[in-house]
């Protein structure tokens, strides 16, 4: 079987490294790896289906599912997760509790970013703060101009503004033309502004409760496969989901490795025990079961925040040839 040229666009990470090194192979495919930013691979997927396999925003991916109209099928590999206690950044001097976010202006790059979704379930489900309670002002973090890259219909009440032209979410918020921000990367002025902080006081001891609760890990970023390449090669998920459970699997094992750290991270085997102790071995799965309830978490917030058309259904989600995988 001659191999399949195909493009795949990711970020450089440790759970892809073993794929853009050559040490993991997919079988059948002769890939040309391209790392690139979630916003570009996302921006680049979505307005232009530029690539044959990418990572693919699960909420962006979602959207499309519901509409009908998605060109990529997912397979469960999640190659971004992360809780978004630390998300969520306000303004020390006019949000002190949870409830002065009511009726306050916060920013957001873009209303259906998966880090967005999962920060308002934080707040309606913690906090009781509703979406339809603050004023969303939509823009760049650091470059003014961004817009959302996916048409979207929010539900009656919901209140979005676009930033003033020229103008950027850090730098309104930096000024104090907003009381909060809310996004998957810190803007400029945290850490600088004394009047800029975290929602949460202590965001890593907020996440490690609510997975006690929940046992909810959430998930950012699925990878995607060209329908059209589905359709044609029924053997081609497979093989996309083995190759990166595979490279996930060497970036564990060499974590885990105490000779020498493999991150620029002090403390890091204390770190490492920690999460293995809250969240298991395996505290990074693929795969649909294992995940089962992250996911199913995730589409029910997805449709309550009005960007689901419809409620998506699990299983419509991946290639059903990765819903149940062969055992030895």
């Known amino acids: 079987m001659q191999r399949l040229a195909l493009s795949v666009a990711m970020g450089d990470y440790d759970r892809t490294r073993a794929l853009l090194d ?15 930013s979630p916003e570009e691979a996302f921006f680049r997927a979505f307005r232009g289906t530029e690539f044959d396999i990418g990572e693919l925003s699960l909420s962006s991916y979602t959207l499309k599912v519901s509409q009908g109209d998605c060109p990529y099928v997912a397979v469960p590999v999640f190659l971004s997760r992360a809780f978004r206690h630390t998300a969520i950044y306000v303004r020390r001097d006019r949000v002190r509790t949870p409830a002065d976010l009511r009726g306050k202006r916060v920013g957001i790059p873009e209303y259906q970013l998966t880090a967005n979704v999962w920060a308002r379930s934080l707040l309606k489900e913690d906090h009781g703060i509703l979406p339809s309670e603050v004023t969303w002002v939509r823009g760049g973090i650091e470059t003014p101009g961004r817009a959302e890259k996916l048409r979207i219909q929010l539900p009656p ?13 850090a730098a309104m918020l930096d000024r104090g033309d907003l009381d909060a921000f809310v996004g998957p990367r810190a803007p400029s002025c945290f850490g600088r502004n004394p009047q800029v902080g975290w929602f949460y006081a202590d965001p890593t001891a907020a996440a490690e409760d609510y997975y006690r609760r929940t046992r909810i890990f959430p998930i950012m970023h699925v990878v995607g496969i060209r329908r059209e390449l589905v359709e044609r090669h029924r053997w081609l998920p497979v093989a996309v989901y083995k190759a990166f459970e595979a490279a996930k699997a060497i970036a564990l094992e060499r974590l885990a490795d105490p000779s020498a750290p493999k991150a620029s991270l002090p403390f890091l085997e204390e770190l490492l025990a920690a999460t293995q102790q809250l969240m298991g071995r395996d505290y990074w799965p693929y795969g649909v079961e294992d995940n089962r309830v992250t996911l199913e978490a995730f589409l029910a917030h997805h449709h309550d925040q009005g960007l689901s058309a419809r409620k998506v259904q699990l299983e419509e989600l991946f290639a059903p040839t990765t819903y149940e995988m062969a055992k030895i």
């Open 157 to 169: 009440g919901v209140r979005i503004e676009e930033a003033p032209e020229g103008d950027t979410l």
């Open 22 to 36: 050559g040490s993991v192979r997919i079988d059948g495919v002769d890939p040309v790896f391209m790392t690139m």
